[in-house]
């Protein structure tokens, strides 16, 4: 989308995203099970927006629209109707204009992209917020749920858990066709809880990952689909999280922020945001994600920008493979080569270019509606150094998130810059 004014991310905020082994996480195991419960998606939902709404330092009556992504609020928590539900923030959002987004994993990038267009439109000041509550029910309701994702009556038979098993599809075919062992993607894996553990809002905050942990089939992470010809290309650690959470960011143009009193170099821009959606059911090749190269080359071009100026990257890493076909997508390494260049240490913390620096989704948590808003808020916040343990070196100019929802099928790339840097 060609932008005709500039925007801009003012604040936002992350609720802890939550789920089991995460300390605060009701279960049968936990010593408050049976005296409290764990937040609704309307606890959620709230408490992101309006700790964005303070952490953008506006009064609430200055939003002027709305934007909530998720995915499967009707089935998980049995309420639709989220942007009537992000309405009652405060009460100066009563009769505001609020529309829930829905694109699968990328919904919340698309309430993003849709915020962009409505300050295009005229508006200056919007509210992109996303939210998921995921652990209402056990492991396989949630799969059925969950495979309503992608093409149910075409997909649906593949498996029980039916979007595992696409990825462990690509798993298999790419190591077959590149030569890379199912072993060589447990540094993916390591890394993301290594960072997690040093993020305080990370579902795995408190749970250890080693190498080797991540790389050996155990009952602790064992191969579990039912596919017998591709059980053994999925482990339990190779797959992002079943997450409760809630992410909000306020957009605002450069009138928005004149009317403030503030310069383009009190907030951090978005350059460029870019959705393409590819068809259901179909992929041209499981060996790439191409939907997503796609995206990421017009984002590059429409923010006049390169991979080589990023200095961290917020990418979809819903399963341990789809990390390492980023990384290829990004032009960071050759084919059958990204396995390899994340076990350098090229995508660390303290790497060429940082990713996933909080944990991604596989430690940081996959609240699904709220992952494409989690991603653009962690650059922001990256920018501001405001990480903590888990902040990026040395000033950073750009950065760039990449939301992927089904298999490769809708994406948002979106990059970003920090004038003050």
């Known amino acids: 989308m060609k932008q005709n004014r500039r925007v801009f991310v003012l604040g ?11 300390p605060d996480f009701i279960w049968k195991g936990h010593p408050d099970f049976g005296v409290r419960d764990n ?42 109707h989220l942007g009537a539900m992000a309405a009652r923030a ?27 267009e409505a300050l295009q439109a005229g508006y200056d000041f919007v509210l992109a917020a996303g939210v998921e509550v995921q652990t209402t029910v056990n492991a396989r309701v949630g799969a059925e749920y ?21 990825f462990a599809v690509r798993t298999r075919d790419y190591c077959e066709a590149t030569g890379t062992r199912v072993e060589d993607l447990a540094p993916v894996v390591a890394k993301a809880y290594a960072n997690a553990n040093r993020n305080p809002f990370a579902h795995m905050h408190g749970v250890s990952m080693s190498l080797e942990n991540a790389a050996t089939a155990s009952k602790s992470n064992p191969h579990f689909l039912s596919n017998e010809a ?14 409760d959470g809630s992410s909000s960011i306020v957009l605002v143009s450069e009138d928005g922020l004149r009317a403030l009193g503030r310069s383009p170099d009190d ?26 190269k796609n995206t990421i080359d017009q984002a590059l071009e429409e923010s006049n ?9 917020e ?7 789809s990390e390492v076909m980023m990384v290829e997508a990004l032009g960071l390494a050759k084919f059958g080569q990204g396995a390899a260049h994340i076990a350098s240490g090229a995508t660390a913390i303290d790497g060429s270019l940082p990713m996933n620096t909080g944990g991604g989704l596989l430690a940081f948590g996959h609240p699904i509606g709220a992952t494409g808003i989690k991603q653009v808020f962690e650059i922001a916040r990256q920018m501001r150094g405001l990480c903590g343990d888990y902040q990026v070196g040395g000033a950073i100019k750009h950065g760039m998130a990449v939301n992927m929802g089904g298999d490769d099928c809708t994406v948002v790339t979106t990059v970003l810059r920090n004038n003050a840097s």
């Open 315 to 321: 990418v979809h890493d819903c399963f341990a493979v």
């Open 305 to 313: 920008t390169a991979v080589s100026d990023m200095a961290v990257a």
């Open 267 to 292: 907030a951090i821009e978005i350059l460029s945001a870019v959705q393409k959606t590819g068809r259901l059911g179909h992929v041209d090749d499981t060996t790439r994600l191409v939907n997503v």
């Open 230 to 243: 591709l059980r053994p290309f999925l482990k339990v650690n190779d797959c992002s999280q079943v997450s």
């Open 12 to 22: 936002g905020a992350h609720t802890k995203y939550i789920g089991k082994f995460h």
């Open 146 to 166: 969950l495979a309503t994702g992608g093409h149910y009556l075409l997909e649906r038979d593949i498996d029980e858990f039916t979007f595992p098993a696409y």
């Open 39 to 80: 937040p609704t998606i309307e606890e959620h939902l709230l408490t992101s927006i309006r700790s964005a709404v303070d952490d953008a330092g506006i009064e609430p009556g200055r939003i002027q629209k709305g934007y909530v992504g998720n995915f499967a609020g009707q089935l998980f928590a049995r309420q639709g």
């Open 90 to 116: 405060f009460p100066e959002f009563d009769g505001l204009p609020f529309t829930r987004t829905e694109g699968a994993c990328a919904s919340g990038g698309m309430a993003i992209v849709s915020g962009i």
